[in-house]
Nanobody, 122 residues
């Protein structure tokens, strides 16, 4: 079983910063892509940023230049540094990871964290 646990959400004023963390634990053979998605009230879940296990990154246009995704492969952890936050960044942020579980080569599955609330408001 693989678990993803997020932390770092909260309330911040417009223009402020937050750093989200997501740690993967359990029986993990390989973690491939990791990423952050977000879902605002009444909207569909959307991609914010992804990162491969080699460090290649991809960002939604709406967060480019403001958000930075990074990962620590030794700690099975992915981060999202969010700067210059705007009210429209308010959402539940979900961590995602593509993982081959167990101790042998096998299929890869997508796992999700429970989500962490980010609220940008004055």
């Amino acid at each position: 079983q693989v678990q993803l646990v997020e932390s770092g959400g909260g309330l911040v004023q417009p223009g402020g910063s937050l750093r989200l963390s997501c740690a993967a634990s359990g029986s993990i053979r390989v973690i491939y892509d990791m990423g952050w998605y977000r879902q605002a009230p009444g909207k569909q879940r959307e991609l914010a940023a992804t990162i491969t296990n080699g460090g290649s990154t991809n960002y939604a246009d709406s967060v480019k230049g403001r958000f930075t995704i990074s990962r620590d492969n030794a700690r099975n952890t992915v981060y999202l540094q969010m700067n210059s936050l705007k009210p429209e960044d308010t959402a539940v942020y979900y961590c995602n990871a593509h993982v081959t579980p167990g101790t042998r080569n096998g299929p890869t599955y997508a796992y999700w964290g429970q989500g962490t609330q980010v609220t940008v408001s004055s």
